[in-house]
């Protein structure tokens, strides 16, 4: 009715001649707009966003160009926030559970009712078990930091950080070169070589928008190495669908070349690097023909790629991925590129790997608390005496845990991030779930991880709480401020508040006597602006005119964070601990007759299992499939559309077939995030398959570092309807 009145209203009004009406009526209802810097809190990149506010409500989000790091983008993924903050399926209050864990029958309780309990529980376990008995477990984020200090308090040695399924044995192999994790100036670049770093479709700012000026107006060559014919693939300069696992192969091949034709850069690995000569014999034996027969990448190829790679330099860089949860091997891998890297000379140079600028932020001043006393039940400084201790062992800590050893552990407080789906095995997870006494999830809906928990305290969206400032370091360093653009739609909470009422009940107030403000005023103060915290509201950025810098290492007499104080190409260190000083290729292991290694990916719509309930979002990527090459897949007479059965080890799961040349014979790919648990998330619940279920447990040996495409599957059609929602 309403409808059809303003219809003949739009045909009728300019006839009647009503323009007064009209005037009138647009007077009456005159939006009120605001508009709000924040940052986007969608995947790890913190672009820069300003928020525009219709009469109270989130209308658009936009990219704030003030940003070095996120410029003028903002992804498909960013602009979707507003359907995940008013999205029905979202938890709107805690929740206790009230039937058998996972059965799905739920309590709505207060937040009193809720941190009463959980605080209860947790003292419980804390009397009889010792503190370390419960385990923290986070993903990054601005408010991470709460809950990690949360975790010391309480007196727990045990957090679990994200990097240990996702960068720890990038960053522990670029460490252990140089020092330090650098940035890759693809800005500048005119030769960039990538393995997988799918930067087209797995976006990081400012490098995919970089690599898409530098790709798409021919200012740099890409060269790019995935079993998958990728987006970045399509876009590079030259694909090579390198046989999986095999990437260092082609790594110490490019080394043999450059040194054997000393194409390297003599004076940088004279005057900084320490091993050259370890290195030249190391790489001897790693001829180009040698590689062709591991990556299935012609020799004459790897030979010309490492002489245009030298001759390019200091304006080359091979570029580490962020995800380097691959194999066993990993961390030998990155190291061998970090190598490659050094010794032509790219390193701290305009165009090369660049180490990061960095802003001095205030830092409030709190009440210090002891230290755990207990040892980590990953035993990491035994097993990846190497590894950052802060972020522990996750799978390691899994496996201990199911086994009960060093010490039993009985516990388990989740943070802004949802194991069931991001930890290989998910029968594992969940049986080291069904083994707690308690659970409990701080997440902003009803993941998996949250569906088998005993209590969920909802955290407010981005959208809906103001976080600490973060500052990204960088080749241009850049401070965000996350400041709330509307107030909680339900009765949700930041996460500061939720470890506060905690702490309270388990007589760890005192730590946490700070509002967010008071936090971020301090860390503000040091900002060399006019009133910087009134600079941050108004401009949600701050960035320093004067960068970038390149060289500052390259001064006289700098001494790198290693041991030595040079570029360690041979590492004493790895040889003390029992690992290769040197990176040795490790053949990898074939897929059995009839099998496929299973690889893993992404998709410029989705990130991780965070937003396949987004309606926005699976409007572009409605459900997952099955990538399988056409020859296989004729052979087991597949054909697309067909529902096939993915089994490994560890379980089975079924989901259509989409038969493609876009991936390897021998390799079989499925997005991440689909299949969920959750009834709630009613986008992604029994919509496609789940990843987790078919990955088997492997770790790097060195960072501990899951890995990812060390699983092997059948695949065979069978009867029966794709499950989609
Ligand atoms: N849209 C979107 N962007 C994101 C994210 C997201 O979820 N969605 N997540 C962010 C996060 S946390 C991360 S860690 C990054 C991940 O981003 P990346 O570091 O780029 O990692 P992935 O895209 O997971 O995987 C990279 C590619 O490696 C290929 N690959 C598999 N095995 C091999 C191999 O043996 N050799 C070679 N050369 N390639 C191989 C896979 O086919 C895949 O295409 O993306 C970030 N950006
Ligand atoms: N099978 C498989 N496993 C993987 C990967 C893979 O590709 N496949 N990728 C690996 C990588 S690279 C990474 S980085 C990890 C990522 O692992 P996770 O961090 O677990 O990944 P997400 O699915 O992005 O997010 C987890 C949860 O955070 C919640 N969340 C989002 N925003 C907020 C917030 O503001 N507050 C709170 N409290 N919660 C919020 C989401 O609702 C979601 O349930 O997974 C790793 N594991
Ligand atoms: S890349 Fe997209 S999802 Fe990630 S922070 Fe930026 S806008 Fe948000
Ligand atoms: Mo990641």
Known sequence: MAGAAAAAAATLGPQLGCAPLARRRRAAVAPEVRQVATACEVCPNKCAVLAVVENGRVKKLNPNPASPKSRGMLCARGNAAIQALYDPDRVKGPLIRAGARGEGKWRQVSWDEALDFAAERLQRIKDEHG?????FSSTEGFQEEFFKNFALAFGSPNVLRHPTLCLASVNLAYSMTFGTVPSFDLQNASYVIMSGANRFES????????????AMNRKAKLVYLDPRFTVTAAKADEWYPIRPGTDLAFILAMLHVIVKEQRYDKEFVATRCLGFEQLAAHVERYTPEWAEGETEIPARDIARIAREFADAAPRALYYAGRRSSWYVNDFQMRRGQAILNAIVGSWDRQGGVVP????????LLVLPWDDPVAPRVDEIETRFPL??????????????????????????????QDPMNALPDRGRTRAMLEAMDFVAVIDTQMSDT??????????????????PLHMLPGIWPVVVLRQQVVPPVHDTRPNLEIIQGLA???GLGDYFDYTVEEWIAEQAAELPVVNPLEYLKKHGVYAPAEAPFYGKTLAQGYRFLTRSGKVE???????????????????????????????????????HAATTNNLWLLEQTPTNDLWIHPEPAGKLGIVSGDLVEVASQAGKVRLPARVTPEIRPDCVFMLHGFGKLSPWLRGAHGNGACDADVLITAWDRVSGNAAFHETFVTVRKVAGEASHA
């Not at 990061?356 to 830092?363: D, T």
């Open 131 to 135: 503190p370390e008995a419960v385990l």
């Open 203 to 214: 976006i990081i700012t400012p490098d995919t928008m970089d690599l898409i000026d530098g």
């Open 504 to 506: 309270r009940r388990l």
């Open 387 to 416: 590894a950052a201790r802060g972020d522990g062992a996750f799978l390691q800590a899994r496996e201990n845990v199911l086994g009960g050893v060093p010490y039993p552990v009985k516990g388990w407080m989740v943070y802004k």
């Open 356 to 363: 990061n600028s960095r802003i001095p932020l205030g830092e």
């Open 569 to 607: 190409l041979y590492s004493d260190r790895l040889a003390e601990a029992g690992h290769d000083p040197l990176p040795v290729y490790h053949p990898p292991t074939p897929p059995p007759a009839g099998a496929f290694r299973m690889v893993l990916g992404r998709k410029a719509t989705h990130t």
């Open 450 to 467: 949250a569906w088998l928990a005993d209590v969920v305290l909802p955290e407010s969206t981005y959208l809906e709480r103001t976080d």
